[in-house]
């Protein structure tokens, strides 16, 4: 590579039967040669751009389509955060969808997208201070952790510090924000009352703030 002319890279699905490490290795060499020249990497696997988001190496993905007849479609790979708060917006401003059911179904979307951000804040954090994905993995792995005990992970390291987790939201990023932890860690099963609007706006300020961790 020193001794190329060009000032790109263009790499084909460089990730066949690798395991987890090494693709988090690879990510890093790639990393590092984009720090002079543009890096493309073509891939099926799905395990390169995971490693790219946890080690929070800065990339454009976007996902390649073929549709029926050919026709290709390109769009940026959204994150399961990013994704769970534009659908609920969607459900929400669906004039299909009753507001007794957007009621129940947009707090279940924005609970999901701040579980989501506190599980990646906490792998990322994990990887950046030098573990391995085999000793992160215990850390979820059978035990179906509810959303506080996931934002204790992040937060504290520590699943069992769940009691405190609103407490310490509250005093990091306010009341506003706090409560709506509470009332997302509330459940769907009796819907929302208040406005849906606001609450999504509200969770996405969260994702902001838990994402701001890293």
């Known amino acids: 590579m020193p001794d190329s002319p060009f000032n790109f890279l263009v790499i084909d699905d460089p990730v066949q039967a690798m395991d987890p490490a090494k693709v988090d290795g690879l990510a890093k060499v790639f990393a590092k040669a984009a720090g002079n020249r543009q890096v493309i990497v073509f891939t099926h696997d799905n395990r390169l751009a995971a490693a790219v988001k946890d080690l929070a190496i800065p ?6 389509t073929r549709q029926p007849r050919s026709r290709v479609t390109v769009r940026e790979c959204m994150d399961a955060s990013r994704q769970a708060l534009e659908d609920a917006v969607a ?13 129940r179904v947009v707090p279940g979307l924005c609970r999901t997208a701040v579980e989501a951000a ?6 990322r954090l994990q990887l950046r201070d030098g573990h391995t994905r085999a ?4 850390a979820f792995a059978d035990k179906k952790l509810k959303l506080l005990s996931i934002a204790a992970l992040a937060l504290f390291r520590d699943a069992g510090k769940w009691t405190v987790v609103t407490a310490e939201i509250e005093r990091r990023w306010g009341r506003p924000i706090a409560d709506t932890l509470r009332v997302l860690n509330r459940g769907t099963h009796e819907g929302h009352h208040g406005d849906l609007d606001d609450l999504i706006r509200n969770s996405r300020r969260l994702v902001t703030k838990i994402e701001d961790i890293l």
């Open 59 to 64: 990339a454009t993905i976007l996902e390649v």
């Open 91 to 103: 459900v929400s401003k669906d004039p299909k969808v009753s507001d007794a059911v957007a009621a």
């Open 118 to 123: 506190f599980t990646q804040a906490f792998w």
């Open 135 to 138: 000793e992160i993995e215990p």
